[in-house]
C-alpha cells in the first residue's frame, strides 16, 4: 500500500514549536499531555489531504511538509503580518515546484465572494489534486462529538416537523409528513452543518466533519436493511423460478440408465428439514418474519405423504434434492444479504452487556429495523444508549461505513469509555478498517496497549525556525504563552 502518509514536518506551528513525526503505514497511536498539538496535529493532516487551503489561512506557522509514500511531497508556507499573529496568505508547493498562493481573505470579503467563486476555488484544488495523483482520501473522527451527536439529533425529525407544521398550517396531515420526510433527507445529507457548527466554536482551522449521531446511524441501518430485504425478494425470485424448472425437468425425465448415486429419500426428507429449521433461525436472527419468505410452507409440504408416497421413485429422489439446494442457497442469500449489517451489530456487541443491539420486526407485516434488545425482551431506539455505549456505536459505525478513504484520523476515542472498552476499541475499529492507515491521538496510551510498537509520544519541541520572532510571554500574545505548549525540563 503506497497511499499513506509517511512523513510531517511542521516548522513554528502557532509560532512556538516544531512537529517532525515519521507514520506506519497501518496502525498509529499518538498519545501526550493536553496542550502538545495533538488535535492540531489531525487537523493538519485531514485539512493538507484534502487540499483545503483556505483552511491554513487561519492556523499560524512557517511551514508544512507532507510526504505521501507515493512519493508525491506537499509542501505549505505561510508568513504572518506586523497586524497579525496568523497567516495571511498559503503558498502551495508540490514536489519542490509552487502551485499557486491563496492569500486569507476578510471575513466580509469571503461572504462577497459568493458561491460560483467559491466552488471555482474548490474545483481548482480538486484539479490539481487529480493531476498530482495524490488519489488518497481522509476521513476525520473528531473528539467534540457528543455536540455534534446533539446538534444532528436536533436537525432531524422534531425540529423540522415543527418548522413544517408552521409552514403548511392549511395544509393536510398527510402533506405534512411528507413535507416533513422530505426536509428530513435533506437534514440528514447536509454533511457541512456539523462542520460549520463546530467551526464557530473551535475555530476556522476545523476539517470537514462527516459524523452519525445514533438517530442517523439508525436510519441508515434501516436503509441497508431495507436493501437486504428488496435483494431477498429478489433473488427469491430467481430461486423458485429455477426451482421450478428443475422440478418440471425432473419430472420430465425417464429413469436413469446410469444409476446415479442418490441418498434415500429418507435421508433427504432430514436434510431438507433441518435446512428449513436453519433457514427460519436465520430469519429469526435477523428480525425477517415469516411472511417475507416463500420458503416457510416447504415444511408441511415436504413431510406430507401425498409427495413421498413413492419413496424410491427417481423423480421423488430429484425433486427432494433440488428442493434441499435450493434452501442451502436461500440460506446463503440471507447470510449474504445482511452480512454487513451483520458485521456492524456483532462488533457492537462486543461490548454491550445487559442488552443487545439487534434487527427486530414489531409486528409480521413490519420490515425488520435496527434495535436494542433488553434483558427483559423490551426494544428501545439507540438514544437509549449510555454516552459510552454510543461512543462505541459511533465509532464502530464511522469505521465500518463513513470511512471511505485510505485514512483514518480518530481524535481521543477513550471518551466516556470504562479502561476495558478503552483496550478492546481500537482493534474493534480496526476490524472494520481493512487496508487503511489509521491515526488515532489519545490522552489514553492504554488505546494503544496491543500496538506498543505503534505508539508515538508527542512532544513539543522549541522551534528553531529563523522566520519566526517568539513575543515575550509576559504579554500572552492572542491568549497563548508558550507554557501552554512547552513543559520545563525537571
Not at 152 to 167: A, D, F, Y
Not at 364 to 393: M, V
Not at 408 to 437: C, F, G, Y
Request: charged content about 25%; hydrophobic content about 35%; proline content about 5%.
Amino acid at each position: 500500500m503506497n497511499q499513506y502518509v509517511k512523513r510531517l514536518v511542521v516548522s513554528a506551528l502557532h509560532g512556538r514549536f516544531d512537529i517532525d513525526i515519521v507514520f506506519a503505514d497501518d496502525v498509529n497511536v499518538i498519545h501526550g499531555s493536553n496542550g502538545t498539538g495533538k488535535t492540531t496535529l489531525l487537523h493538519i493532516l485531514a485539512n493538507l489531504i484534502n487540499l483545503d487551503i483556505e483552511r491554513f489561512t487561519h492556523l499560524r506557522y512557517d511551514s508544512i511538509q507532507l510526504q505521501i509514500a507515493n512519493g508525491v511531497n506537499i509542501e505549505l508556507r505561510g508568513r504572518p503580518t506586523e497586524s497579525t499573529s496568523h497567516v495571511t496568505d498559503v503558498e502551495l508547493i508540490v514536489n519542490e515546484t509552487s502551485v499557486g498562493t491563496w492569500p486569507r481573505e476578510p471575513d466580509e470579503h469571503q461572504e462577497q465572494l459568493g458561491r460560483p467563486e467559491r466552488w471555482r476555488r474548490v474545483q481548482e484544488l480538486q484539479r490539481i489534486k487529480q493531476n498530482l495523483h495524490v488519489l488518497i482520501d481522509v476521513t476525520y473522527i473528531p473528539a467534540f462529538r457528543t455536540m455534534i451527536e446533539a446538534w444532528s439529533t436536533l436537525n432531524t425529525l422534531p425540529l423540522t416537523r415543527r418548522n413544517v407544521r408552521q409552514r403548511h398550517e392549511d395544509t393536510t396531515a398527510r402533506q405534512r409528513r411528507q413535507a416533513a420526510l422530505r426536509e428530513t433527507r435533506r437534514s440528514l445529507s447536509r454533511n457541512f452543518t456539523a462542520t460549520e457548527l463546530a467551526r464557530e466554536f473551535f475555530g476556522e482551522f476545523v476539517p470537514e466533519i462527516v459524523y452519525p449521531s445514533p438517530r442517523h446511524i439508525e436510519l441508515r441501518i434501516d436503509h441497508a436493511i431495507q436493501r437486504a430485504v428488496n435483494r431477498l425478494a429478489s433473488e427469491d425470485r430467481s430461486l423458485l423460478s429455477n426451482a421450478f424448472n428443475k422440478i418440471f425437468n425432473a419430472i420430465s425425465q425417464g429413469p436413469s440408465t446410469t444409476h446415479d448415486r442418490q441418498s434415500p429419500p429418507a435421508v433427504i426428507r432430514k436434510s431438507i428439514s433441518e435446512q428449513l429449521d436453519r433457514l427460519q433461525s436465520t430469519q429469526a436472527e435477523y428480525g425477517l418474519a415469516e411472511s417475507h419468505s416463500a420458503f416457510t410452507e416447504l415444511k408441511s409440504q415436504i413431510a406430507s405423504s401425498r409427495l413421498l408416497k413413492s419413496e424410491h421413485d427417481e423423480s421423488t429422489q430429484r425433486i427432494l434434492r433440488i428442493y434441499e439446494e435450493t434452501l442451502t442457497q436461500r440460506t446463503k442469500n440471507v447470510d449474504d444479504a445482511f452480512k454487513r449489517v451483520r458485521q456492524y451489530i456483532d462488533s457492537v456487541n462486543a461490548f454491550l452487556h445487559g442488552k443487545q443491539m439487534v434487527t427486530a420486526t414489531p409486528d409480521i407485516e413490519s420490515t425488520p429495523s435496527l434495535q436494542i434488545r433488553h434483558d427483559d425482551n423490551t426494544l428501545s431506539p439507540l438514544e437509549t444508549l449510555s454516552s459510552g455505549e454510543r461512543q462505541i456505536a459511533g465509532l464502530i459505525y464511522s469505521a465500518s461505513n463513513v470511512a471511505q478513504g485510505n485514512i483514518v484520523l480518530v481524535d481521543e476515542p477513550e471518551l466516556s469509555l470504562h479502561i476495558d472498552w478503552q483496550r478492546q476499541v481500537l482493534r474493534a475499529m480496526l476490524q472494520q478498517l481493512p487496508s487503511k492507515q489509521l491515526i488515532v491521538c489519545t490522552h489514553s496510551p492504554i488505546i494503544g496497549s496491543d500496538y506498543i510498537d505503534n505508539m508515538i509520544e508527542l512532544v513539543p519541541r522549541p522551534t528553531t525556525s529563523e522566520t519566526i520572532t517568539l513575543p515575550d510571554p509576559s504579554s500572552d500574545e492572542d491568549g497563548w504563552l508558550v507554557s501552554d505548549y512547552i513543559e520545563e525540563p525537571e
